[in-house]
């Protein structure tokens, strides 16, 4: 049995524009499980990444709730948010967002000096081991401006996760990058996720959806479609791509 870790209800979001109102999210209901790998499809401008942001506490809602850990996070104060961010939640972007006057090494320790849950010789070895893991030890000195696209995004991620998030928030993390560069960082994720880590997942290539676990797709402000997929195992990949696809085609993807 799945257990929920977040769910959202009667999510809304809605925006003022030219004196009016845009009403982006229109009452979106939602569980995402633990140790799942979900992620949310749908046309551009549908609305992903509003979502995701209103699910993270990135940005607030402005109309139903967001249950985490036993609080509506939609309701929650400035200081618990941010302390949620820090804390509970990790994230990566389509532009990677590395500080540019730090090394890959420090941009990944600094945001684990900030947590005090441990200590900072502490913080050093599990940034060693992240950069280790995720290919990217040899270049620890470099600066982002010295690394190519997918180097940094995989920096991106080590940072994302060194206070051990309990979800990791992804809004297109492939969007920027090659083909090549595509597949080593969907491995990373997939390989996170493996070990246990819960991702949330925006994207709308459809390769990277074949790395979910359960698929969520948002039309006209709402979830109109589900599917459930096995984990992820490469040697299906060509079965589970046709799965995918046929799904994405009857929902008129
Ligand atoms: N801050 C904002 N103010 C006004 N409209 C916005 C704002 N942010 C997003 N939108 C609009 O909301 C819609 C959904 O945007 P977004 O969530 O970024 O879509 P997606 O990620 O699916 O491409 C778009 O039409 C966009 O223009
Ligand atoms: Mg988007």
């Known amino acids: 049995m799945k257990k929920a870790i977040l769910s959202a209800k009667g999510l809304c979001k809605s925006f003022a524009h030219n004196g009016g109102q845009v009403h982006i999210l229109t009452g979106v209901d939602l569980d995402i499980y633990e140790g799942d790998l979900t992620v949310i499809m749908g046309a551009s401008g549908s609305g992903k ?32 948010l941010a302390a949620l961010r820090h804390g509970d939640f990790g994230f990566i972007f ?16 600094v945001p684990g000096y900030l947590d005090k849950t ?8 599990r940034a060693e081991e992240l950069l280790e893991k995720m290919g990217i030890a040899h270049i620890k000195k470099h600066l982002p401006s010295q690394c190519s696209g997918g180097e940094q995004q995989r920096c991106a991620i ?10 990791l928030f992804a ?27 819960s991702i949330l997942m925006v994207t709308h290539d459809a390769r990277a959806a074949c790395r979910a676990s359960r698929i969520i797709y948002i039309e006209d402000g709402k979830v109109i479609g589900e599917l459930e997929l096995a984990p992820y195992d490469k040697k299906d990949e060509k079965s589970r791509e046709t799965q995918v696809n046929a799904w994405l085609t009857s929902l008129e993807w």
């Open 49 to 80: 990444s509003t979502l995701l942001y209103a699910l993270s506490g990135m940005d607030r809602a402005t109309g139903g709730k967001v249950m985490y850990n036993g609080e509506d996070i939609v309701s929650l104060s400035e200081k618990k």
């Open 94 to 109: 389509q532009q990677m967002h590395l500080v540019s006057n730090l090394d890959l090494l420090e941009n990944v320790t």
């Open 118 to 125: 441990r200590s900072a010789a502490e913080t050093d070895k």
């Open 158 to 167: 080590a940072r994302a996760v060194i206070n051990e998030p309990k979800i």
């Open 171 to 197: 809004d297109e993390p492939t969007g920027a990058l090659n083909k090549k560069n595509t597949t080593e960082v969907l491995d990373l994720m997939t390989e996170l996720n493996r070990s246990g880590q």
